[in-house]
């Protein structure tokens, strides 16, 4: 090989290097590869948007689809026995959201109670910024909640059901999938 041809090979390796290595990292067997999951929660797609919620909250007040406005809402849907799991639940959304830190303005809570509720001075002790809605089995904002009872919803500040977080679920990575959504959010 003469030198301009050499000049040539080494060019088209300068060009052409990157692009390789960029695709061997991408489709290769990298931690980069595309089928990778990052969020810990069961993503719902598509996004469903909830259609009018109508709900009486446990002071008497009717908020209505405002309430899911310009705020991020996790949301648990008990029974209202306040079982085991229930107490986890709320613990759980509490911890998470108060671990936001500077953050934690933009997400509320919601525990959506049917039948006999426990008793709300004590959830309000426990759980200040907790709001508790008591709904009928049949209402329209439970029909609207895929998946078994006592899933953990994320709703966005657009009135949208965005991720379901199971019985089983833990706390941290709820936590991590809530940092990464307000940290590249623009909304709520």
């Not at 039948?115 to 508790?132: I, N, T």
């Not at 500040?157 to 379901?164: A, E, I, K, T």
């Amino acid at each position: 090989m003469n030198r301009g041809q050499r000049m040539l090979v080494g060019l088209a390796a300068l060009f052409l290097a990157p692009l390789g290595v960029s695709f061997l990292i991408y489709y290769g067997h990298g931690s980069l590869s595309p089928g990778k999951r990052l969020n810990h929660g069961e993503l719902l797609e598509p996004v469903q948007p909830l259609r009018h919620p109508e709900l009486t909250l446990a002071d008497g007040s009717h908020p209505g689809e405002a309430f899911f406005r310009h705020h991020w809402t996790l949301l648990f849907a008990g029974d209202g026995r306040c079982d085991a799991r229930c107490g986890q639940a709320l613990y759980d959304t509490r911890q998470v959201r108060l671990a936001l830190n500077r953050d934690a303005s933009r997400v509320q809570r919601l525990f959506l109670a049917s039948g006999q509720c426990c008793d709300f001075d004590e959830l309000r002790r426990e759980h200040p910024d907790l709001a508790v809605a008591r709904v009928t089995p049949g209402d329209a904002l439970l029909a609207q909640l895929p998946g078994d009872p006592g899933n953990i919803y994320l709703i966005d500040p657009l009135g949208n059901l965005v991720m379901r977080y199971g019985a089983d679920a833990p706390a941290k990575g709820m936590l991590e999938d809530l940092k990464r959504l307000l940290k590249l959010s623009q909304i709520g």
